[in-house]
């Protein structure tokens, strides 16, 4: 009986130490592509460049909630999206699939173009900024 108590109790350890994740693991996963704006909910497209690690290809691109992405074909280490919908404070406009997530903090972007809902161009930096998690 103490046997399989013990079986029972190192089985559900196990399962546990498993479901909590590592923050530092390494092969291919998804990063999370949010725009920081002043002017959250009034602009409707933006244009940017991902830029990632030496070799690394991106995998995938899916666009958030009510948006279309568009992008150039993955090859080499950046990519350029054009992001089409309403754009909100800290919502996550894109998300990436990587070779390997390890290496998000070598990803950054850079902000080409942004647009209002009446297609007029906002002048840049102008409180933009993108944040690529995990």
């Known amino acids: 009986m103490k046997g399989l108590l013990s079986a029972g109790l190192l089985v559900v350890a196990t399962m546990i130490g498993l479901s909590c994740g590592d923050s530092t693991s390494s092969g291919p996963g998804q990063l999370k592509v949010r725009l920081t704006t002043l002017n959250s909910g009034a602009d409707s497209a933006i244009v940017f460049t991902i830029t990632g690690p030496t070799g690394a290809v991106l995998t995938s691109a899916t666009a958030g909630i009510g948006m279309r992405v568009f992008h150039a ?62």
């Open 73 to 134: 074909p993955f090859a080499g280490s950046t990519t350029r999206f054009a992001v089409v919908g309403q754009l909100t404070q800290g919502a996550v406009m894109l998300t990436i699939g990587v070779p390997n997530v390890s290496e998000f903090g070598q990803y950054s972007g850079s902000i080409q173009g942004v647009a209002q809902s009446n297609y007029q161009l906002r002048a840049l930096p102008g409180g933009y900024a993108l944040a690529i998690t995990r």
